[in-house]
């Protein structure tokens, strides 16, 4: 069992958490637990695992330093990759970094007033653009699915037009030779 430590300086900060083996045939344990000691997330013999902590933006959880322990069941040396993000939010669910209300000095604070506008403004034209991504994906998924349906409708009628002209044809030479001695 190998365990990494992290510090955590915000109650907001939201974690996203990966970890896989490099070869996919050694299962592992992932544990994270709170500066406490408590188990916040612990998911067991697989050989990828992925999660968020807190599950929900927005909830709170302690500060201090959090521990992911990995381990598995093999006996040889496991390869692991290991990648850890974390957004220090505020109150307001806005990423911050834990440093920033360190630093007095008014033109950096009008400077990070400025880029905190920008990154809003990026951020918020992210945003548009994901969602009119979702809607087009939903729209072609639609359109997908009503030419699969006229494509299966096509196909049952030339099937049923072929077999149609099968029958007659079969049915007149049926007529001609039964009226031919």
Same mark, same amino acid.
């Given at each position: 069992k190998e365990c990494l430590f992290f510090t955590i300086h915000q109650?907001?900060?939201?974690?996203?958490?990966?970890?896989?083996?490099?070869?996919?045939?050694?299962?592992?344990?992932?544990?994270?637990?709170?500066?406490? %000691?408590?188990?916040a997330r612990k998911s067991e013999n697989s050989g990828k695992h992925y999660f968020k902590f807190p599950e929900k933006d %927005?909830?709170?959880?302690?500060? %201090?330093?959090?521990?992911?322990?990995?381990?598995?069941?093999?006996?040889?040396?496991?390869?692991?990759?290991? &990648? &850890?993000?974390?957004?220090?939010?505020?109150?307001?669910?806005?990423?911050?970094?834990?440093?920033?209300?360190?630093i007095d000095?008014?033109?950096?604070?009008?400077?990070?007033?400025n880029f905190e506008k920008i990154t809003l403004s990026i951020d918020e034209k992210l945003q548009i653009m994901?969602?009119?991504?979702?809607?087009?994906?939903?729209?072609?998924?639609?359109d997908r699915s009503h030419i699969e349906n006229a494509f299966e409708m096509i196909n049952f009628w030339h099937i049923l037009r072929v077999f149609a002209v099968l029958f007659i044809a079969g049915f007149q030479v049926h007529a001609i030779r039964s009226l031919l001695p």
């Open positions: 109650p907001h900060s939201q974690m996203d958490i990966s970890v896989s083996t490099l070869n996919t045939e050694y299962p592992l344990s992932v544990e994270l637990l709170q500066p406490t %000691g408590i188990s %927005g909830l709170v959880h302690e500060i %201090g330093d959090f521990q992911l322990c990995v381990s598995t069941i093999s006996r040889q040396t496991v390869q692991v990759s290991l &990648i &850890i993000v974390i957004y220090e939010k505020n109150a307001k669910n806005i990423d911050v970094a834990s440093n920033l209300n360190r000095s008014s033109a950096t604070t009008s400077t990070f007033s994901k969602t009119e991504q979702a809607k087009r994906a939903f729209v072609e998924k639609i």
